[in-house]
């Protein structure tokens, strides 16, 4: 193998030099400073190695040099120099290859630069390190990747202490199949991530850890930040005792990929993907207003952290495993469209926001408790299933052709439960027991003249029914019809009845619902004969009598008889509210 130096157009011109064997190093274009390395295993400087000049190249007379530079070091061959910049001055297009196992570059801390290996800027620069090559920085010296760098191969090495940067426009760190950046400089060593930069992670074993925290985007941004792709077995660690963060417009993705963060994380942005972060239990990821956690179809993404939510969690096809406590806050959105989500078995979710099941069949696993004045919303046609316990103190909606199903024990406490009913089907089923509190509103899910006397609307099922709705909001139906409770101990219905002939809350069946009445439900409730739903039919009732239900049947007056009643002296009928 032979020392290769292709000469630059301009002042700057190498020619070949030597033919050694094993190792080279192979300079093409301009570099500065101008010394070619004498020994084809060993290249010391004692400054800055520029790879393109270092003084921008549209101030170069013409006939300029050739803006293109390129180093190779491979064979085994050691670079050892003061820093390390590659198409960093401005009109350069530069690259450096680090290449083969026993292959070396190391920086030195001296002078301003103290070591930095920087990559593009105001030029373009470009560099690989691959096949088992070794890159290291001096201490304190930091990498900063303004173009593209890729890291590749099973044992390649890039080591430093100082901080990793990314920044500008379509910039790309690639650490792959199996290589390992490792900046161990503890809280100094951070990754900061800048406007438009990406950073992918991919391939079995291939790590990025830092001793430091990691920032992804800029507090400025205002629509599409910088991103991390963590992929197929790949890893990222980070060892801080400083919070982390991703910006808003950022993402943090997954797929195969495991991060590890020590310290809190706070996500103004998105985290998505299938894969695992983790950390200690007792640190915390703090959703923004702003950020976002997804799921896409058949991923699952795991989080080993406290979660705090103010902002949005998606499962579309996927699933959301929270491994640790989880609390989510007003305004936060839990969203499942055939999508599950996991809560720690040892930690019931606290969710004050809004948990609704969008399209087909959904999951909810772990005990859930609904928050005032959060809700709990069941899309048309959508089923929502918790396989643990439900506890809501806000409200419960079951849209048209939606079903809630629970496993274990349910508890509306308080606020709300709306739901459509209809004549087959019961929209909430619950293996457990149901006990019921608040108040219920029911919409029909039949037309009106479908309706008559006898007709029974299932509204829940469970192993047993206990408690009672505080008050009833029940749809209005024609003539002398109305809804009334029918409440065994298992089931919970809405029953047809026509007033004119049974009285809803008159238990002792002589036409007036009153106080008399209330002692027959008394004596009868601790026989087992009436439920406690049975007596807000009676509070909803008291004073009805056969003869208000007839008057309040008589229909209004039209606007055209009134002017004639006014007119000839018919006398007016007074309307009564059709009960309820």
């Known amino acids: 193998m032979s020392l290769r130096l292709t000469p630059a157009i301009g002042s700057l011109i190498w020619f070949l030099c030597a033919a050694v064997a094993m190792a080279e190093f192979t300079v093409s274009g301009v570099i500065d400073p101008q010394t070619a390395p004498t020994n084809p295993w060993f290249w010391e400087l004692d400054e800055t190695l520029w790879v393109g000049g270092r003084e921008d190249f549209y101030y170069y007379s013409y006939p300029s040099p050739d803006p293109r530079a390129s180093v190779v070091v491979d064979g085994g061959s050691l670079l050892a120099t003061r820093s390390l910049m590659i198409g960093a001055a401005p009109g350069w297009i530069a690259e450096m290859t680090i290449t083969g196992h026993g292959t070396k570059v190391a920086t030195e801390c001296c002078g301003s630069r103290n070591g930095d290996v920087v990559v593009g800027g105001e030029g373009n620069g470009r560099l690989l390190v691959d096949d088992g090559a070794w890159l290291h920085l001096s201490d304190g010296a930091s990498l900063q990747v303004h173009d593209r760098a890729e890291i590749r191969g099973d044992t390649t090495l890039v080591t430093l202490d100082g ?3 990314l920044s500008g426009l379509g910039t790309e760190l690639v650490v792959s199949d199996g290589a390992k950046v490792r900046s161990v400089g503890g809280n100094s060593s951070n990754l900061s991530m800048y406007d438009y930069s990406r950073l992918t992670i991919t391939g079995q074993n291939s790590v990025l850890e830092v001793d430091g925290a990691f920032e992804i985007g800029s507090e400025h941004q205002l629509l599409v930040g910088a991103g991390i792709a963590i992929e197929n077995g790949a890893a990222f660690y980070s060892y801080s005792n400083s919070p982390s963060v ?8 997954l797929d195969g990929g495991t991060v590890f963060n020590q310290q809190d994380l706070t996500l103004a942005g998105t985290l998505s993907g299938h894969g695992l972060v983790t950390a200690h239990k007792n640190f915390l990821l703090e959703v923004g207003q702003t950020g976002r956690i997804e799921a896409g179809v ?3 993404l795991g989080l080993v952290k406290r979660v705090h939510n103010e902002g949005a969690a998606f499962a579309k096809g996927g699933e959301i495993a929270f491994h640790d406590e989880y609390t989510g806050y007003e305004g ?3 969203t499942l469209q055939e999508g599950a989500v996991r809560f720690d078995k040892d930690h019931p979710a606290r969710h004050a926001g809004v948990l609704v099941a969008l399209a087909g069949l959904n999951h909810v ?5 609904s928050e005032a004045p959060g809700s709990v919303v069941v899309a048309n ?3 929502l299933t918790f396989h643990n316990d439900l506890v809501s103190r806000g409200e419960v909606r079951v849209m048209g052709g939606g079903a809630l199903l629970v496993y274990g024990d349910a508890e509306f406490e308080s606020g709300n439960l709306f739901a459509t009913v209809n004549s087959s089907d019961s929209p909430i089923v619950v293996l457990g027991d149901l006990n019921i509190h608040g108040q219920l509103n029911v919409g029909l899910g039949i037309a009106l003249d479908e309706i008559e006397p006898g007709l029974s609307f299932k509204l829940a099922e469970a192993g047993g029914i206990t408690g009672a709705f505080d008050s009833l909001d029940l749809p209005n139906l024609p003539g002398t019809l109305a809804l009334t409770p029918e409440v065994t101990d298992t089931s919970f ?3 047809v009845v026509d007033l004119a002939v049974e009285l809803p809350g008159d238990f002792n069946g002589d036409g007036s619902v009153d106080s008399a009445d209330f002692t027959v439900w008394r004596d009868g409730l ?3 004969l009436y439920h406690q739903q049975d007596h807000a039919v009676w509070v909803e009732n008291f004073g009805m009598t056969f003869a208000s239900v007839s008057a309040a049947s008589v229909p209004e007056p039209s606007a055209c008889l009134m002017l004639l009643a006014a007119t000839v002296g018919l006398p007016r009928r007074r309307a009564l509210r059709a009960h309820s």
């Open 163 to 165: 901080e990793i940067i």
């Open 246 to 253: 991703i910006r808003y417009g950022s993402e943090l993705s």
């Open 332 to 334: 936060s959105e839990i």
């Open 381 to 383: 046609d959508a089923l």
């Open 526 to 528: 601790e026989l087992g």
């Open 298 to 300: 058949d991923e699952t």
């Open 493 to 495: 219905a809405l029953r």
């Open 365 to 369: 696993h772990g005990d859930f408790e």
